[in-house]
C-alpha cells in the first residue's frame, strides 16, 4: 500500500491554504482517514482500475484511494483554492492523480480515460442529485458508484413501490442500476457539521439497460407523475395518455404515482416512443 503519511495532516492543509468550506460550494469535509479508508474498501477491488473523484476537498477521500491498487485517481475539483492545496499530492502520487480544476457538471465522460471507471466521492450536497441524474446517462463509461449522499436521498434511491420515499429518483435508479446502502455517517462525521446525517451508496449498473430514449420519456413520465403525486395516474398523465391506453397496458388509471414500478413507467416509455413525451 503506497505511505502519504509523510504528508501534512488534513487540518494543516485547510489552514495553510485557506480551504475553510464555502457554504455556495455544498462543501462538508471528510478529515478522519480511517472512514475515508473504509468507504475505498466497501467500493470494492480497485486494483488496476480507474477512479473518478468529484470534490476532493483537502484530499482525504483521495488519499484513500491512492492507497488502494487503483492504476489512477482522476480528482475533479471546482475549487481553485482545493486544486492549490491538493498539489503536493499530485506529486507525491507520482503520476498516478490527475486533477482537473473543472466543473463536474460540465465534464463529459466519454473524454475521460480508462473507462468503465469507478466513481466513488462524498459528493456535495447541492448538487449531488444532479450529479447522479447525468451520469445515469452515461453508464456505457461507469462500472460502479460509491457516492455520499444526504440519508434521505439515499432512502428515496432504494425505496419501495407504495412508500412514501418511492418517488422519481426511485425509479430512475432502480430502472438503471443495483442500489446498495454501505453504511452511514452523523454530522459529527464532517468538517463542518452539516445539519442532517449522510449515507454511502453503491450503485451498480445493471449489465442489460433500456435505450436512452426510453430513460428520457421515463424522466419525463415521472417528472409529470410525481409533481402531482396526490392525483390519480388518469390525471396526472392525462396529457400523455388516455384512460383507455392506460388499462391496455396493465395500468390502473385510479392508482398513484407512487404505485407504478419502474417497469410499468417503461412499459409507458415504450408505448410512448409515437407521442413525442419529451423531458422539460
Known amino acids: 500500500m503506497r505511505d502519504f503519511s509523510h504528508l501534512p495532516p488534513l487540518r494543516e492543509v485547510i489552514e495553510a491554504h485557506n480551504l475553510a468550506a464555502k ?6 469535509f471528510l478529515l478522519d482517514l480511517n472512514i475515508t479508508r473504509k468507504i475505498a474498501r466497501l467500493a470494492g477491488d480497485l486494483d488496476g482500475k480507474t477512479v473518478v473523484e468529484v470534490g476532493p476537498g483537502p484530499g482525504g477521500l483521495t488519499r484513500a484511494l491512492l492507497e488502494t491498487g487503483a492504476t489512477q485517481v482522476i480528482a475533479i475539483e471546482k475549487d481553485a483554492r482545493a486544486t492549490a492545496a491538493l498539489q503536493s499530492l499530485v506529486t507525491a502520487a507520482e503520476g498516478r ?8 457538471m460540465a465534464v463529459p465522460f466519454e473524454t ?3 473507462a468503465p471507471f469507478h466513481i466513488i466521492a462524498n459528493l456535495p450536497y447541492n448538487i449531488g442529485t444532479a450529479l447522479l441524474l447525468r451520469w445515469l446517462h452515461q453508464l456505457d463509461h461507469i462500472e ?7 440519508t434521505e436521498v ?3 434511491m432504494q425505496a419501495r413501490v407504495g412508500t412514501a420515499a418511492y418517488g422519481r429518483l426511485s425509479v430512475l435508479v432502480q430502472l438503471l442500476c443495483t442500489v446498495r446502502k454501505l453504511m452511514t455517517l452523523p454530522p459529527g462525521a464532517f468538517t463542518p457539521a452539516p445539519k442532517v446525517h449522510s449515507a454511502v451508496v453503491h450503485l451498480v449498473p445493471h449489465a442489460t439497460r433500456p435505450a436512452q430514449d426510453d430513460v428520457r420519456r421515463v424522466e419525463a413520465m415521472t417528472a409529470a407523475a410525481f409533481q402531482q403525486r396526490r392525483k390519480t395516474v388518469r390525471n396526472s398523465l392525462s396529457g400523455l395518455f388516455s ?3 392506460l388499462v ?5 388509471p385510479q392508482h398513484r404515482a407512487e404505485n407504478l414500478s419502474p ?4 412499459r409507458l416509455a415504450s408505448v410512448g416512443k409515437d407521442r413525442d413525451i419529451k423531458k422539460d
Open 112 to 114: 475521460l480515460p480508462g
Open 263 to 266: 417497469h410499468d413507467y417503461l
Open 154 to 156: 439515499v432512502d428515496r
Open 144 to 150: 460502479s458508484m460509491t457516492l455520499m449522499f444526504q
Open 97 to 104: 492523480l490527475v486533477l482537473l480544476n473543472a466543473d463536474a
Open 243 to 245: 384512460e383507455q391506453v
Open 23 to 28: 457554504k455556495s460550494l455544498g462543501q462538508n
Open 248 to 252: 391496455a397496458n396493465n395500468i390502473n
